[in-house]
């Protein structure tokens, strides 16, 4: 059982930052892309962003320029660098492992954004 953990999340007012971080086995930390989702109340999942297994990375619109996604080799974790905090970023994260045939989900964590 592959097992992503996130952690990072919390409550921060508007124009706060906060990093979420997932990490990964290493069996799959360097072959896998990894993406963040978000659910927040009352609608659906989106993706936020996404590093390729070769550095590569893409970003929703709602977030560009306010979150960087990147790679800590060294502790085979993906971390969400989010700054500018709106009241409409308040979800819940998950971070997302995909390659072909294969998807895993962490647990989640709530990121909260308000005065």
């Known amino acids: 059982q592959v097992q992503l953990v996130e952690s990072g999340g919390g409550l921060v007012q508007p124009g706060g930052s906060l990093r979420l971080s997932c990490a990964a086995p290493?069996?799959?930390?360097?072959?896998?892309?990894i993406g963040w989702y978000r659910r927040a109340p009352g609608k659906q999942r989106e993706l936020v962003a996404v590093?390729?297994?070769?550095?590569?990375?893409n970003y929703a619109d709602s977030v560009k320029g306010r979150f960087t996604t990147s790679r800590d080799n060294a502790k085979n974790t993906v971390n969400l660098q989010m700054n500018s905090l709106k009241p409409e970023d308040t979800a819940v994260y998950y971070c997302?492992?995909?390659?072909?045939?294969?998807?895993?989900w962490g647990q989640g964590t709530q990121v909260t954004v308000q005065v």
């Open positions: 997302n492992a995909k390659a072909p045939g294969y998807e895993y």
């Open positions: 290493a069996s799959i930390f360097s072959i896998y892309n």
């Open positions: 590093i390729f297994n070769g550095y590569s990375t």
